[in-house]
């Protein structure tokens, strides 16, 4: 198929601080090497009240970045007001596509642009490579399928983006920041933002972690996850874990790695008492180093892992422990 010139654009989140969320990073540097492949050009959008943090930041990123300045941001929901504000610039631009982050306000964001624009939406992608326009890869039956999609020719449309799944880097030179006015009354009603509950996370979130101690039913129970925090301590990591492990209440869902959970990309990864069922395996399989500890040496986790160590997890988890701290 023939490469379409034009603009990808990348609809920006921000951090509660005003910073620009990692996820976006990733999503700009993806719409970046797009635009390289399609010949097109790569643009970033931030809505917030105050934009200007995060539109510095994202210009590290792509070649241009349009700023707006929209109070009603802040103590709303956001996607609905950035969706408002995002949707008549994408209407005259014509984009050759618009990528989000498939997070929940990427997720809003994107929905509502779908039904403020009429265009199709494809969600949750693990990869995006552009062939006349984006094909998009996605895991479909619980991770058992990889399907490949595109939007039907001559169509553009919005892609979601799961975290994790691109590194973001910056481009060689920063791009320029084009400061707008919100302009003209939000047509859709906002909607306030009556309340906010802290999700309990550990101090380290583990989307973000260079290590990783994960545990799984091995584990045996909440008491077992002791260790398992002990060894994430002491190597400078975070604690992630199975669903089995999360559903049987010994640990947060905010933990959970896995197609139902999290994308993570650690430099290490040490899963404690894991099978590496496929829905789990979707979650970690990019980390730099794979080592597992199962005492079943047929366990799936083996098809993929760096190193296994086939032994009882307790055993093998305390005699490590005592090594790094004979190491200091
Ligand atoms: C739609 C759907 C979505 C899902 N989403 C997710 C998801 O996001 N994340 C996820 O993780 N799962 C998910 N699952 C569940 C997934 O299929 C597996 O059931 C789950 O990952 C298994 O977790 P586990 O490895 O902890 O448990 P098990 O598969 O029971 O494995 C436990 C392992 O521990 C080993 N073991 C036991 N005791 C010890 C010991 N003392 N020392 C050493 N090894 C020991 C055993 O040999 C075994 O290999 C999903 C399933 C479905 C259907």
């Known amino acids: 198929m023939a490469t379409a010139a034009g603009t990808i654009w990348v609809i920006a989140e921000t951090n509660a601080d005003g910073t620009l969320a990692k996820s976006s990073a990733e999503v700009a540097t993806l719409a970046r ?24 930041e994202l210009a590290g990123y792509v070649p241009r970045v349009v700023a707006i300045a929209e ?7 956001w996607a609905q007001v950035a969706a408002q504000r995002v949707a008549p610039i994408l209407a005259s631009e014509a984009p050759a596509a618009v990528l989000t982050g498939a997070g929940p306000d990427g997720r809003d964001v994107a ?13 949750n992608a693990t990869a995006v490579a552009w062939d006349g326009g ?29 975290p994790n799944v691109v590194t973001a880097e910056k481009a060689s030179a920063a791009g320029k920041v084009e400061a707008r006015k919100a302009d003209g ?45 002990e ?8 604690v992630g874990a199975t669903r089995a492990a999360v559903d049987s209440g010994w640990i947060p869902y905010a933990q959970q790695i896995g197609q139902t959970g999290k994308i993570v990309k650690p430099q290490l990864y040490l899963a404690l008492g894991i099978s590496g069922a496929i829905q789990h395996k979707v979650g970690m399989q990019t980390a730099g180093t794979i080592i597992g500890v199962n005492r079943d040496p047929d366990a799936p986790i083996a098809e993929f892992a760096d190193l296994v160590v086939i032994g009882d997890l307790f055993e093998v988890g305390k005699a490590l422990l005592a090594e790094l701290g004979s190491r200091g």
């Open 33 to 56: 090497t797009l635009a390289e492949a399609a010949k097109a050009s790569a643009v970033g959008i931030v809505v917030a009240a105050d934009p200007k943090a995060a539109a510095h």
């Open 71 to 77: 109070p009603a941001a802040d103590g709303n929901a």
């Open 111 to 123: 929905g509502t642009l779908a039904a403020l624009l009429e265009r199709p939406v494809l969600v």
């Open 134 to 162: 984006p094909s998009v890869e996605m895991s479909a039956f619980g991770g058992k399928l990889i399907t490949t999609s595109a939007f039907a020719d001559g169509e553009w449309g919005i892609v979601t983006v799961r």
């Open 185 to 229: 009354e939000l047509e859709l009603p906002v909607i306030k933002i009556v309340d906010r509950i802290e999700e309990a996370a550990a101090a380290l979130p583990i989307e973000e972690a260079r290590i990783i101690v994960a545990g799984g039913r091995g584990i045996g129970g909440e008491e077992g996850f002791k260790l398992v925090g």
């Open 231 to 238: 060894i994430a301590d002491a190597l400078g990591g975070a």
